[in-house]
């Protein structure tokens, strides 16, 4: 596996489809995380989008 297909969704030259949404759900905790520490500068709402996101990014970072 390559550093850009780690980072890049779509550019895995085997396995596609499964790294692509890997990446995809790492993405979706990191932005969980990282939006977390300044949780009062967000509407509740968009936090709360935001952090129900992760409930499928975890999944697919644990079947991807």
Same mark, same amino acid.
């Given at each position: 596996v390559e550093l850009v $297909?780690?980072?890049?969704?779509g550019t895995? +030259? $085997?396995?596609?489809a499964a790294i692509t949404w890997?990446?995809? +759900?790492f993405y979706g905790l990191?932005? +969980?995380v990282f939006t977390s520490w300044p949780r009062r500068l967000f509407k509740r709402s968009v936090w709360r989008t935001i952090h129900l996101l992760s409930v499928p +990014?975890?999944?697919f970072a644990i079947n991807g």
């Open positions: $297909s780690v980072f890049v969704p895995a +030259a $085997s396995r596609k890997g990446v995809l +759900a990191v932005l +969980a +990014a975890t999944v």
